[in-house]
């Protein structure tokens, strides 16, 4: 049996679609809020700041 290897990337977009943000490649398996909450939502509570 072949493994699929994949990589799991949040983005932030502008109402554009003019990305804004792309965060670093998680492992496939890992849930997509879970990678949200490891990149996403920090970098944006910096820009915030």
Known sequence: MARVHG??????MDSDGCPLFISDGEPGPVHDLT???????????AAVA
């Open 7 to 12: 990589a799991s990337l949040q983005s932030v």
């Open 35 to 45: 990678a949200a909450r490891i990149h996403v939502l920090p970098a944006l509570c």
